[in-house]
């Protein structure tokens, strides 16, 4: 049933004869608004993540206003609210750190004021998880708004891929195969336009996970930024917002169980960043609702990898968009989706596939002619990594991926900067590389450093890829047999941080195992000469942090922030 303009959650600012609802009048007229503009209307917050240093968001102010026009045409009153800006690109030490911050500012600024609904304005890496973490905490009507992939890289007519070929490229340069000149060049054609990294790295798995949760329009996670269909999505995401405040459809609403499992579903078909998991873990976290890692192992088993996109496969968003975009994939993949999960289209997951097909099956291939049988991610336990350890085998070489080999330990990122090029270091190609302390607490933040460094002298010998070890992050467009997320992290005392060079490491993916070759007597010995080094921060933000930021296996979101007891609403006084 449809809600009444005095059930509306902004009413109790604006309505009634008392100071309170006078000043607030008062003020919305102060900006030039009649009271025709906004009594007995849904108030709906755009949540802006643009700022300067955004590049992926440099077309939000546009859009902002896109949004505010389909908002008045369904009867809506925009407001527009800057968010913490979290970018990828220039935030230090990583904006991991900072994805809860932004979660409690959109949950906050929601709750703080007359908000009836909002849409959420995100994109790169960690805005995505940050904006919805914030607003299922704070259940009001919401509707997510994908930035869109940048156009493709260009370098002398060559289709270069964010993230994987810098590294591949950079890689090249430090053996010496590319110069100076060829490197500008390449930095001139790498990112030319405004959006989210166009490869299949976290932008673009988080926004496809938001969609497959139902958090956005049909469609809207695969439009590349510059595409005017952007432009009219966004409006149409004003307009539909209103509606959703009317029909009183909540994050609560929408996201069960079968939402998440969906979402993990289509994690693995486009051979999803390693990050998705634990965010998805802290997504689902927000609603009550546990996921366990062996889950994602599980619906990696059964689910193929059908997207052709790097850094697992060849192409990029702009191509997937053409080839039919994610519902494309989607119902490609129906049968192992519950195609009843609710959206905030209003309709099923289901009904929004409807009309969708594949226009290239090179770059969304059938489930009978995969780009890989199993899904992109892989689950790793042992005694190295207790509580779990992530990889992705399809951008690893085939031939790592069943490997033992001696530890070459780096004690912090300073340290493997220092020493990973040094001609004395003791390490060849079937050497696994260790990074230690950098973990959500030990780095701080669990930077993306995942993609350990191949020692120069090794690439001047022609390795490209090796086994490397950590409980650091990596980016979603990096490759490599990287074994992450390791858990518990060093930092807190977990087995990598009693990893000493020259011991043996099992990585056995078929048999998801991660193993310390050293008895346990050696390691209980080590424990004991082991000793934690002080917090990283004192004061501050870094210190809430600190205290209470969760590990990878649990989605490293703050510990009071999990789905609990309700906050109540504000008084208006
Ligand atoms: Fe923003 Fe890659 S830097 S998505």
Known sequence: MKKSPEQLRSHRWFAGEDLRSFTHRSRAKQMGYAVEDFAGKPIIGIINTWSDLTTCHSHFRTRADEVKRGVWQAGGFPVELPAMPVNETFMKPSPMMYRNFLAMETEELLRSQPIDGAVLMGGCDKTTPGLLMGAISMNVPAIYLPAGSMLRGNWNGQVMGSGNDVGKYWAEKRAGLIGDCEWAEIEDGIARSPGHCMTMGTASTMTSIAETLGMTLPGASSIPAVDANHSRMASACGRRIVDMVWEDLKPTGILKLASFENAITADMAIGGSTNAIIHLVALAGRVGIKLDLKIFDDISQRTPMIANLRPSGEYLMEDFYYAGGLRALLKEISKLLNLDALTVSGKSLGANLESARICNSE????????????????????????NGAVIKPTAAEPHLLQHVGPAVVFKNHQDMMMRVDDEDLVVDENSVLVLQNAGPLGAPGMPEWGMLPIPKKLLQKGVRDMVRISDARMSGTSYGTCVLHVAPESFVGGPLALVRDGDLIE?????????????????????????????????????????HVTQAD???????LHAGAATSEPEIH
Do not use: M
Not at 363 to 386: F, K
Not at 522 to 546: D, H, I, K, V
Not at 554 to 560: E, K, P, T, V
């Open 363 to 386: 770059v969304i291939r059938s489930v009978d002619h995969p780009v890989s049988q199993r899904g992109g991610t892989a689950v790793l336990y042992g005694n190295l990594a207790p």
């Open 507 to 547: 990585l056995g993916v078929a048999n998801r195992k991660l193993d310390l070759r050293v008895s346990h007597d050696e390691l209980a010995r080590r424990r004991t000469q082991w000793s934690p080094e002080p917090p990283r921060y004192e004061r501050g933000f870094g210190a809430l942090y600190s205290a």
């Open 554 to 560: 649990q989605g490293c979101d703050f510990d009071f």
